[in-house]
């Protein structure tokens, strides 16, 4: 069977599994690379390729986290509070931010923080939520609902700050019209805001919040200083930008493919915020490592490449959720992904997972899922 332009490879591999014999390729190199992953790689090396993809997946899972981890501490808890008791260790899974911009009233000028709603948890049995009250000509936040402090009854957490690119100012009530946002945001008078901090403990079911506060912000500063560093190292080390600074394609706003270069989003790397791209290039960087380690071990080099592909694509992955377009899906208390539709759409508030957990999204459940992938696929060979 001869597929020539046979894409991500489903007509192939239905055609491996009735013990054809196979022929496919494609004009598109990522099309290649998947047919190598799907069709070759597994039917030419079988179980050892699971086991080395596995045991390299770890690897540069635990490089990375001697490198970033410090930049996702564990939360200990200082004295009793609504979840915890004084000295328990709780594991950061994501960290909620709202992007914020100033108030245009004259007599007014306070940070909006732009939320669609409000809701962290949105469940049958579970209800819980940030309530935003004003403190001078501060907004500020609180943990509210099931297990924390009881929910206002006059508060609905489904109406957030803006709606359609329009804004209001929880101040002073004014509202900002949606050109006027966008022109915020293409004159860099924009910013965001890191509003609160979702945690899991091993032994305890279900997600736990907080409200950001200092200390957080102050080790997203300090990614941030790191990636200054680690962008420079790794542009001598590879001879390219490290950071993807290719220009997003415009699509005109009405058709809502790629709509965020109108606030001021003019590069792939425009899509990431700094924590995320330390992240990013740091585990690409541990692939690319990891490829030299396995050669120098005497691994046959292109079985080599056919790990680190894996690998590559599982740095794919977890840039899927590792975004700022990923929302905080509140009926699931998870990570959503990029694609929540087919279309790459502003998302005013947005969650900025961990990826050296082991939960859905990161490093660690990525390698997994490609894992069970590849076992999937690599079952033609024997029914063959």
């Given at each position: 069977?001869?597929?020539?332009f ?36 597994p ?6 390729l ?7 997946g ?12 410090r ?9 009793k ?17 709202a ?78 019209d949606?050109?006027t ?25 279900g ?7 200092e ?19 790794l542009?001598k080390?590879?001879g ?6 290719e ?30 791209k ?23 080099e ?9 690998l ?7 840039a ?15 990570v ?11 998302m005013?508030?947005?969650v ?33």
């Amino acid at each position: 069977m001869l597929d020539p332009f046979a894409g991500g490879g489903a007509i192939p591999l239905e055609a491996l599994r009735l013990g054809c014999d196979v022929y496919a390729s494609d004009y598109n190199p990522v099309a290649v690379l998947i047919l190598k992953a799907v069709l070759e790689y597994p039917q030419k090396y079988g179980e050892k390729l699971v086991e080395d993809v596995r045991k390299w997946g770890e690897w540069v899972l635990e490089e990375a986290k001697k490198e970033i981890g410090r930049f996702y501490p564990n939360d200990v808890v200082e004295q009793k509070g609504y979840f915890g008791k004084s000295g328990e260790e709780y594991i950061p899974v994501g960290y909620i931010w709202a992007r914020t911009i100033p108030c245009q009233n004259p007599s007014c000028g306070a940070e909006i923080p732009l939320m669609r709603q409000f809701w962290l948890a949105k469940k049958s049995n579970k209800k819980v939520a940030l309530y935003t009250y004003v403190d001078g000509e501060e907004v500020k936040f609180k943990v509210v609902g099931d297990g924390y402090e009881p929910m206002p009854e006059d508060f609905d957490p489904s109406k957030g700050t803006v709606k359609g690119a329009i804004a209001t100012c929880l101040v002073c009530g004014s509202t900002v019209d949606a050109k006027t946002t966008r022109k915020l945001f293409q004159e860099g008078k924009a910013g965001e805001r890191m509003v609160a901090v979702v945690l899991h403990h091993p032994k305890k079911k279900g997600k736990f919040y907080r409200v950001a506060n200092e200390k957080d912000i102050e080790v997203f500063r300090q990614a941030e200083e790191y990636l200054a560093e680690k962008v420079e190292e790794l542009r001598k080390k590879w001879g390219i930008e490290p950071i993807p600074d290719e220009p997003l394609r415009r699509v005109p706003i009405t058709f809502g493919v790629i709509n965020v270069w109108v606030y001021g989003m003019n590069t792939w790397g425009d899509l990431f915020n700094s924590r995320q791209k330390l992240a990013l290039i740091t585990f690409v960087d541990k692939v690319r490592e990891a490829y030299r380690r396995m050669v120098e071990e005497g691994y046959e080099e292109e079985y080599a490449r056919g790990v680190v592909t894996y690998l590559g694509l599982a740095v794919d992955k977890i840039a899927d959720y590792c975004n700022t377009i990923c929302q905080w899906r509140n009926n699931l208390e998870t990570v959503g992904h990029i694609f929540a539709r087919q279309a790459i759409q502003m998302m005013w508030d947005y969650v900025e997972g961990n990826p050296v957990t082991g939960a859905s999204g990161t490093w660690r459940g990525s390698v997994e899922w490609i894992l069970r992938s590849i076992s999937f696929t690599k079952i033609f060979s024997i029914m063959m």
